[in-house]
């Protein structure tokens, strides 16, 4: 028998909801980072809220969005339920994750929501909180991808615990503590520490407010597997600010804006310091994910570490090196031949110890002065054998003439 093929895999999340009566609910949700949250993740159900109950909530239009991605990742079920699911929930009620649960941004339990069903057999969804008001009821099921995802519709927005909508409208912008973040995340201590000793956490501070910032945060097992080519570390403070500067875009973008973004060439904090053209990054969709292209390197978004308008902040697979300063293995050499001085008259020299030539000290492979002593002593020994030879003759003459007389001139009378 043939091995039967696995299912495949569902849909992206706003392809669930392509009805008339749920777009204001899609348009919102793909407003947000909320479908790449849900990237790679099965086993889900969706709460989606039709239009004609969305409308009686006029601040889900109006407050920030970091609120409203929270309020939406609290529709989001971390479990797969059917009508028949439903209709078997017990009568003291089932606690059901959220994906806002998943954020941490939650005290207890109270990012999860607690499903009861009443005696007609209706379903209502509402925070575990004790007395809370926040509560909708299931109307319909709209969809379904078996095992994987079903959607359906409530009679009204959610909202988790504590939360006021119509309060984040007024509410002053609060600075976001990047270090922290990044000591948070617990996978970013390489760049938390280079960026507090780097002096520009303050220009990063400064830029939240306006257009905001977007950050990319190399993980330390990034930092771990830079080459040994790549000296960041020992580069002077100056330069590791610009590095550091370079992996900041000035403006908020959510991962669903960077995945749609229009022109790819993206000019950094950097490039303001240094003029347009200079210091930016190439970011563009690759196989499903975010790619982000230096002209050095190319890294990709792994995930989304901290979103929270004016400030987006995601881990990327690589340090993003600069070109401008990290040329690369094939510029730098390029770079170093042309700053090193050439040789004095060492064009078609011939190898050295030909026959004639004195080799320039730069291409000595001994250090200067040694040369001349190695020559010298060569000459001495030559000397030492000549004499040693013709002592050697004379010992051997005097030997064969023992018995014989000699009158030498000094030696008559």
């Not at 804006?257 to 303001?272: F, G, K, R």
């Not at 050439?342 to 030539?357: R, V």
């Not at 023992?402 to 008559?412: A, D, H, Q, T």
């Amino acid at each position: 028998m043939a091995a039967s093929s696995p299912p495949p895999p569902p849909p992206p999340l706003h392809q669930h909801l392509p009805y008339p009566d749920l777009s204001d609910f899609n348009r919102l949700l793909r407003s947000t980072t909320v479908p790449g949250d849900l990237a790679g993740r099965s086993s889900l159900t969706i709460l989606a809220v039709p239009n004609a109950y969305l409308l009686r909530s006029s601040a889900a239009r109006t407050a920030a969005a970091a609120d409203i991605a929270d309020v939406l990742r609290y529709h989001v079920l971390l479990e797969y339920l059917s009508w028949p699911d439903l209709r078997r929930i017990p009568t003291g009620g089932k606690l059901v994750t959220t994906l806002y649960q998943t954020t941490g941004r939650a005290a207890g339990n109270l990012g999860a929501v607690n499903l009861t069903r009443d005696e007609g057999g209706g379903v209502t969804a509402r925070s575990p909180a004790p007395f809370s008001a926040s509560n909708a009821t299931i109307l319909d099921l709209v969809g379904t991808h078996p095992y994987n995802v079903s959607v359906f519709a409530v009679n009204a927005l959610l909202l988790p615990y504590g939360f006021d909508l119509a309060a984040s409208e007024t509410r002053p912008p609060v600075g976001v503590d990047i270090t922290r973040v990044l000591f948070d995340g617990r996978d970013f201590n390489v760049a938390a520490s280079m960026l507090e000793a780097s002096g520009v956490k303050p220009e990063f501070e400064a830029d939240e407010r306006g257009a905001g910032i977007t950050v990319f945060v190399p993980t330390d097992e990034a930092f771990a597997d830079l080459p040994v080519t790549e000296r960041l570390q020992s580069l002077p403070a100056d330069r590791k600010a610009v590095v550091l500067r370079f992996h900041v875009l000035h403006s908020y973008y959510p991962l669903g804006s960077l995945e749609s973004i229009v022109n790819p060439v993206q000019p950094t904090l950097a490039t303001e310091d240094t003029g347009a053209g200079r210091f930016t990054l190439n970011i563009t969709r690759v196989n499903g994910s975010v790619a982000i292209d230096t002209g050095v390197v190319q890294a990709s978004i792994t995930r989304t570490v901290f979103d929270q308008n004016p400030v987006a902040v995601f881990a990327v697979s690589k340090v993003l090196l600069p070109r401008e300063i990290f040329p690369g293995e094939t510029g730098g050499a390029i770079q170093a031949a042309a700053a090193a001085p050439p040789p004095a008259e060492s064009a078609g020299l011939p190898p050295q110890g030909a026959e004639g030539w004195d080799t320039p000290p730069g291409r000595l492979s001994s250090p200067p002065g040694l040369r001349e002593e190695v020559t010298s002593g060569a000459a001495i020994r030559d000397r030492v054998a000549l004499s040693c030879i013709a002592s050697l003759f004379l010992m051997q003459l005097l030997s064969d003439t023992s018995n014989k007389c000699f009158f030498l001139p000094w030696g008559m009378s």
